[in-house]
């Protein structure tokens, strides 16, 4: 017991990293696309790079509950890596799931995947933030696995298993291989939640095909909201500049809400950071703030979870204009970060549940 306790406050540590990086690359890529040509696509530098990310990634990945099975789902951007917990059959892992290529046959069919086999109740889809892809899940996985059944993917043009092989040329193309993903799956509606950059994707995806979302839950979603604050910026200048290490370890913890050596730590979590961080390039579209008419459009239940303390979410100004616009519920998580749900985990886990129980159709 108290070795997970201690395991799962090094997570929550270097998710607080993560949210650091995110701000950073938002930053970057808003100045990079000033000068850039035609987009090209998030790729790894080279093999022996990928090498040692998925050396990294599968260490992170057997610290989480065993999936199912797991799916290599073609899209018009590239191929998804999406792991499944089916609810109905537990006990029946595929011995495959963590091997070279994923599930393979299983990933454009998805057999066996969809909500249907656990009656009314539908089935929870989970965006990842940057970087972190589908083991930053781990805190919460535990909380659902065996209610309902559970899909956690790698962002396509991001770093993870799932490969990108079409630019992005507007962040709605994100939207695009969601629904060609849920589509490749099987999953005709879904509760779908969000972290981050993955609550922007959520978002813009349920604009654009409300019919496939049962509900929609956003965790300290970035810039969909609000702008990100200008004190990130600032920071975020450490992390571009020809600086001393030291000044970037202290903008990365000013950032994410933790300190300098909380950054320097490293963990199995921190080491697949670094390494997508040094091997991945990644070409993907910043997110823009939505408009009232576009929020006011959205139809299904919203709830909003926001940070109180570094959030890069717009805090209580982000929270105030969700509730102005109708959305509940709208939280404010007292003592928690952009990394909310990790630190939130324990409550989340039963919240979330009931919330999806309510709007199972």
């Not at 949210?19 to 790729?43: C, E, F, I, M, R």
């Not at 454009?108 to 109740?121: H, I, L, N, S, T």
């Not at 000044?247 to 997508?276: N, Q």
């Amino acid at each position: 017991m108290k070795d997970r306790a201690e395991r799962g406050i090094r997570r929550r540590r270097v998710l607080l990293v993560l949210a650091a990086l995110a701000v950073a690359w938002l930053v970057v890529d808003k100045a990079v696309s000033v000068v850039a040509s035609d987009p090209g696509v998030g790729h790894w530098r080279s093999r022996d790079g990928f090498e040692d990310y998925r050396s990294a990634y599968e260490e992170v990945m057997a610290t989480l509950p065993e999936p199912t099975r797991a799916h290599d789902v073609t899209t018009e951007y590239g191929t998804v890596r999406v792991y499944e917990w089916t609810a109905s059959d537990q006990g029946e892992r595929d011995e495959d799931a963590h091997g070279e290529g994923g599930a393979g046959e299983e990933g454009a069919a998805g057999e066996g995947a969809g909500g249907e086999e656990d009656g009314d109740r539908l089935p929870v889809v989970l965006l990842p933030g940057i970087s972190s892809g589908a083991p930053m899940w781990g805190e919460n996985l535990t909380h659902w696995i065996g209610h309902r059944t559970l899909y956690a993917m790698d962002a396509v043009g991001d770093a993870g298993m799932s490969t990108q092989s079409v630019p992005f040329t507007s962040f709605d193309d994100q939207a695009a291989w969601v629904e060609q993903m849920l589509a490749g799956l099987d999953v005709e509606r879904a509760h779908m939640v969000g972290h981050s950059f993955g609550g922007a994707i959520a978002a813009t995806h349920a604009l654009a095909h409300p019919g496939r979302v049962a509900s929609l839950t956003l965790l300290e979603p970035v810039m969909v909201l609000q702008g990100l604050p200008a004190s990130t910026y600032l920071w975020s200048s450490l992390l571009v500049l020809p600086v001393p290490q030291s000044w970037k370890d202290r903008g990365l913890a000013e950032i994410g809400g933790t300190t300098v050596e909380e950054v320097r730590e490293r963990t199995p979590m921190s080491v697949m950071i670094d390494e997508g961080s040094e091997h991945y390039a990644a070409v993907m579209p910043v997110p823009r703030t939505l408009t009232d008419q576009e929020w006011e459009s959205l139809e299904m239940p919203v709830r909003v979870d926001i940070a109180d303390d570094k959030s890069l979410a717009g805090g209580e100004e982000a929270a105030q204009r969700a509730r102005d616009l109708g959305k509940e519920p709208v939280t404010v998580w007292p003592r928690t970060t952009h990394s909310l749900p990790m630190q939130a985990a324990e409550e989340l886990g039963s919240e979330l549940e009931r919330y999806w129980s309510e709007h199972d159709r």
